[in-house]
């Protein structure tokens, strides 16, 4: 999940999606790579984020180690069955010069390849921002989701985004596509969020037909730290949610 605009909804798409996979069997793994550790708040998992973090996983790699730990060690579970993650941390702020310095950009591909037998899907939270990290996801994923949340400023980035992934796919990933964006946020009853995303779809973007709407719903389930799959699936909400996971699952 990636878009450089900042609140777009990347954590609460990101925790739901992922909660919806776990909901429907497939082992699922969440990997926070958030400074701001939404999603790990979102699952209740702060209390993870100081041992076995995504910080740890990343550290390891620039120090020496006999014997380095595999990535399956900081996967840990949450209170959601069939729903582990790789705890985000503050951290990786501290990290970056240096795995950047010593180009390290590629291990965390390299451990979502160890952990394709653990795992049936695997979803990567990443910054608002094209920094190391989430470059170093963009790299390793297969998909790529851009939620946007329908106003003009993020019509406008997501022009600059396409190219970046273009770039991305051309020099380091050629499996990498865009799978789908998201209208997040969607107001039906405005003319101007309607209006985008017809402009967006006459553009050829890839707008997928489920659109997430505005509720104060999502807000209470951060606060109940629940995914609504979980605190409200028969919430108009969830179902539009749970649509798009169909969606991407028939992909």
Do not use: W
């Not at 999502?218 to 969606?247: C, W, Y």
């Amino acid at each position: 999940m990636f878009n450089k605009k900042g609140g777009v909804g990347k954590s609460s798409l990101t925790v739901n999606l992922a909660a919806i996979s776990a909901h429907n069997g497939l082992k699922t793994l969440l990997i926070d790579l958030d400074t701001q550790c939404n999603s790990t708040a979102y699952l209740d998992a702060m209390q993870l984020k100081g041992a076995n973090s995504i910080a740890d996983l990343f550290e390891q790699t620039i120090t020496f180690h006999l014997h380095r730990r595999p990535a399956k060690d900081f996967c840990q579970a949450t209170k959601i069955e069939n729903l582990d993650i790789i705890a985000g941390s503050e951290r990786l702020a501290e990290l970056e010069s240096e795995l950047d310095s010593r180009h390290k950009i590629y291990k965390l591909k390299e451990a979502l390849q160890s952990l394709s037998d653990e795992y049936d899907r695997i979803y990567i939270d990443t910054a608002p921002a094209l920094n190391f990290y989430s470059m170093s996801a963009l790299i390793a994923a297969q998909r790529c989701l851009i939620p946007i949340d329908c106003d003009d400023f993020a019509r406008q980035g997501l022009y600059s985004l396409q190219q970046k992934i273009a770039e991305i796919r051309e020099d380091h990933n050629a499996e990498l596509e865009v799978e789908g964006i998201i209208a997040n946020q969607f107001m039906s009853n405005a003319n101007l969020p309607k209006q985008i995303v017809s402009e967006l779809i006459a553009e050829n973007y890839p707008v997928l037909p489920e659109y997430v709407s505005q509720s104060v719903k999502m807000r209470e389930s951060h606060q109940a730290k629940l995914p609504l799959i979980k605190m409200a699936p028969n919430h108009k909400l969830t179902k539009s949610l749970v649509g798009i996971f169909d969606i991407l699952e028939k992909g």
